[in-house]
Nanobody, 116 residues
Framework: QAQLVQSGGGLVQPGGSLRLSCVGS????????MNWYRQAPGKERELVATIDTTGRRTDYADSVKGRFTISRINAKSTVYLQMNSLKPEDTAEYYCKARRRTSELWGQGTQVTVSS
């Protein structure tokens, strides 16, 4: 069946970097817009980054612009989120999502903790 499997994440010091990966299977990955979301304890889920099906167009939340980069390799059915200059306020559970018309598929989530 269709699924998204995430990897990466963990504990990093402020100013550090992490890369999240999200691999799709069971569906035509290249036809889906991909998003990264995050949710911190007690807060609503927040859209962090979006990439179109070709990888040429991206969009970011103001809070991560200039620090995070979303990318995709359709031949590998993979989307990435490169996170640099991490701050404690970036601490959250991060989720990838595939979206096409009314279809949505979510990854299982991965924890990112930024702390000294």
């Amino acid at each position: 069946q269709a699924q998204l499997v995430q990897s990466g994440g963990g504990l990093v010091q402020p100013g550090g970097s992490l890369r999240l990966s999200c691999v799709g299977s069971g569906f035509i990955f290249s036809s889906f817009v991909m998003n990264w979301y995050r949710q911190a304890p007690g807060k609503e889920r927040e859209l962090v980054a979006t990439i179109d099906t070709t990888g040429r167009r991206t969009d970011y939340a103001d809070s991560v612009k200039g620090r995070f980069t979303i990318s995709r390799i359709n031949a590998k059915s993979t989307v990435y989120l490169q996170m640099n200059s991490l701050k404690p306020e970036d601490t959250a559970e991060y989720y990838c999502k595939a979206r096409r018309r009314t279809s949505e598929l979510w990854g299982q989530g991965t924890q990112v903790t930024v702390s000294s």
